[in-house]
């Protein structure tokens, strides 16, 4: 008894070494987030506050960045500006500070709104293909099924510069080029190796005497899988959705040379928002602030479930 007390007080970490651990997080989640913060000021300067040497840690805050990302701006006399009745709105009046009215609104919010539709539509699709997909591989006998898991997995391996070209070729013969339907495929085709491997693990752990006993009672084995391994499966479910999510909402290369207008989502859209005087810095910085927003509160929801996908086999019961 006294051998197993003295594994104990050597496995238990000490409440020193909990803190010095604590304060390491901490301090790395704190240096991550460095960067964050950065944009978010920077979204919230005037164009020469964002460009000033040495960088302007006090300035004066303005909302011209993200007018000038939501709309299109043209210059006008002091003569015409001071003739137009007086400013509807913030970036009215914003505007016009700067000797300019605003043309109409940008191109920006149907890029996101694309952005929206492609990466949760792609995301769905990877996450049902694979639950099933990881369902037949976990419950019944595949033929060569460790080789056909691996050649899934590969087709994760090469970069998106290897298959650019002839993807770009096929989609242009297939009239997928620039379409949400081509982008949502391709998206899918993706993620879904991803989707098997993790989920297969999550399903494996579901006991198949659970089905066995429904199937007993009287149910199909469609009706087992959906009332049965579903539920038990909703945290894999979930941080499988959150690693899909987020590939298919930061993805760049294929975005930017398969689409360009119609379909075109915001990641290769932002890095475009020119200003006057060249590049548009707060604008730039408001954009990816927003672009940020819905992956930041899908993945607070379900926190929980990422963190469990994460550190899945970490421990066993």
Not at 91 to 119: H, Q, W, Y
Not at 167 to 181: K, V
Not at 302 to 313: A, D, E, N, V
Request: proline share 7%; aromatic share 12%; net charge neutral.
């Amino acid at each position: 008894m006294s051998s197993v007390t003295s594994a104990h007080s050597v496995v238990e970490p000490s409440s020193t070494s909990k803190r010095i651990a604590g304060a390491i997080v901490i301090l790395y989640a704190l240096i991550t987030l460095i960067p964050l913060v950065w944009i978010f000021l920077t979204s919230i300067k005037s164009p020469p506050d964002s460009i000033s040497y040495p960088p302007k840690i006090v300035f004066t805050p303005t909302l011209e960045g993200y007018c000038n990302l939501l709309t299109t701006r043209t210059r006008q006399t002091p003569e015409y500006i001071a003739s137009l009745p007086a400013p509807t709105g913030t970036c009215d009046e914003v505007t016009r500070k700067r000797n300019m009215v605003i043309a109409g609104p940008s191109n920006f919010l149907p890029r996101f709104v694309n952005s929206l539709v492609i990466a949760f539509g792609s995301t769905f699709l990877a996450v049902f293909l694979g639950t099933l997909a990881a369902y037949g591989f976990s419950r019944f006998r595949v033929p060569l099924a460790d080789d056909l898991l691996f050649f899934i997995l590969s087709t994760r391996m090469m970069p998106p510069i290897a298959v650019a070209i002839p993807i770009y070729l096929m989609y242009r013969e297939l009239g997928l080029s620039d379409t949400a339907l081509g982008m949502i495929l391709l998206y899918t085709a993706v993620n879904v190796s991803l989707a098997v491997w993790l989920l297969k693990g999550f399903i494996d752990e579901i006991p198949r005497e659970y089905e066995e006993a429904a199937m007993i009672d009287g149910y199909t084995r469609l009706q087992a899988f959906w009332k049965v391994v579903l539920p038990q499966a909703t945290t894999g479910i979930a941080a499988t959705a959150i690693f899909c999510l987020i590939f298919a909402w930061n993805e760049y290369a294929f975005a930017a040379l398969l689409t360009s207008g119609e379909a075109q989502t915001a990641p290769p859209f932002i890095p475009t928002i020119i200003g006057e005087g060249g590049q548009d810095w707060p604008a730039v910085a408001a954009g990816t602030t927003i672009f940020l927003i819905p992956i930041l509160v899908f993945t607070i929801l379900l926190r929980k479930q990422l963190l469990r996908g994460i550190t899945f086999g970490a421990v066993r019961k």
